[in-house]
């Protein structure tokens, strides 16, 4: 492809300046053109130089050649909003418009997006991480809270790389890997028993849901009467009309004994006509809901209550089902984000192999050890 050099006069505030232009036909005939720099702080050899360069990259990626003038950002994110409104949840509409909320406090609705560099997305990453692009709020965020930021925004740049508006995506190396800790509370039966028992009937169904079959919040409060095959035991997670799973996967899960028969009562006591399974539940007062519950149970809260109770049933899973089998039944693409931010070791876990019950059970010696009053002697 052949690039051209020219000069171009632009009137600014400071006065007249002169740039160094490259200019060049993309395959459809359109006229495009880049600014290379001052002519007072460029000399002319060195303008020929980066063209030379450009014709290189245009070789090695023809897709840069069709590149044109890139949008502002925020052109650029009310464009991708709206492109992609009827084919994202509108929880994740709302992390992407929380994201580009961060976006345009620190580079402003005038900056364009292929002036974004690797260590302006570096800086971007910084100011987040203290607090200072959070309004009103000074307090920073933690790691994971900035790690979930900078993903939704490294997914909008490589859109636009993906449709051609920039060549390389400047937010590519912004996240970092976080260790995340496991230490969240475990719900025994006992526990989920005094929760259920506190909870209204409608906020017990999605409590039983996220416990004993591992559903999203969202998949609970959508699952439908026609979801449930009562004859083979499995609840299908489905697109409706109204509602769409996450990833738009449908997929089948084992619905175990006790839940079947919470929701068999659940089903005799449902209105005539009524569709959805959690009919009536607002979704919004969900939260306050389950830690009123939880209260009234005399247990302690614990943060983000239905995910916690979701992440019980899968760790309950693993104990018996093969990783693969429990990635499947918790809608995972991948056995590592079961296997990572899901599964922890209980209390229950270690009580089988280091408690009596384990030894008497198993063990002639561990009966033994049982009827002692004084600690066996340890082996040296």
Same mark, same amino acid.
């Given at each position: 492809? &052949? ?10 505030? %400071? ?19 880049? %600014?290379?720099?001052?002519?007072? %702080? ?30 502002? /950002? ?70 994971? %809270? ?32 976080? &260790? ?144 693969? /089998? ?55």
């Amino acid at each position: 492809m &052949k690039i051209s050099l020219s000069k171009d006069t632009k009137q600014t505030q %400071s006065g007249i300046v002169h740039y160094w232009v490259a200019r060049w036909y993309d395959g459809t005939g359109r006229r495009r053109s880049k %600014s290379l720099g001052k002519v007072e %702080s460029m000399t002319k050899r060195q303008a020929k130089k980066l063209l030379l360069r450009m014709e290189k990259d245009f070789e090695d990626s023809p897709a840069l050649g069709r590149m044109g003038r890139a949008p502002t /950002v925020k052109d650029f994110v009310d464009t991708f909003l709206e492109r992609r409104k009827h084919n994202l949840a509108p929880a994740t509409i709302v992390k992407y418009k929380k994201a580009a909320e961060y976006l345009l406090r620190y580079f402003g609705e005038g900056r364009r997006i292929d002036h974004i560099t690797v260590n302006d997305a570096e800086a971007f990453r910084a100011k987040l991480a203290d607090g200072r692009l959070r309004g009103s709020r000074d307090r920073g965020l933690c790691a994971t %809270s900035v790690n979930i930021q900078m993903r939704q925004i490294r997914a909008l740049f490589q859109y636009a790389v993906d449709t051609e508006l920039i060549p390389e995506n400047p937010f590519r190396k912004s996240v970092v890997t976080v &260790k995340t800790a496991k230490g969240w509370h475990y719900v025994s039966r006992e526990e989920f028993q005094r929760i259920m028992a506190a909870c209204p009937p409608k906020i017990g169904l999605v409590v039983a849901l996220s416990r004993l079959a591992g559903l999203r919040r969202g998949e609970a409060l959508h699952l439908r009467w026609d979801d449930i095959d009562w004859q083979n035991g499995r609840l299908v997670i489905v697109e409706h009309d109204d509602w769409k799973p996450k990833d738009h996967e449908r997929r089948i899960v084992p619905l175990c004994a006790e839940l079947a028969d919470i929701l068999l009562k659940a089903y005799e006591q449902a209105s005539e006509g009524q569709v959805k399974v959690c009919e009536g539940v607002i979704e919004d007062n969900l939260h306050r809901d389950i830690s009123a519950a939880v209260k009234r149970a005399g247990l302690l809260p614990y943060a983000k209550p239905f995910h916690t109770l979701r992440k019980n049933c899968l760790t309950d899973w693993a104990r018996t089902l093969p990783m693969h /089998v429990v990635a499947a039944y918790a809608g995972h693409a991948n056995i590592t984000t079961t296997s990572q931010y899901y599964l922890q070791v209980s209390e229950a876990d270690y009580d089988r192999i280091s408690g009596k019950n384990f030894w008497s059970e198993n063990t002639e010696n561990g009966r033994k050890i049982e009827n002692q009053t004084e600690k066996p002697p340890v082996s040296k």
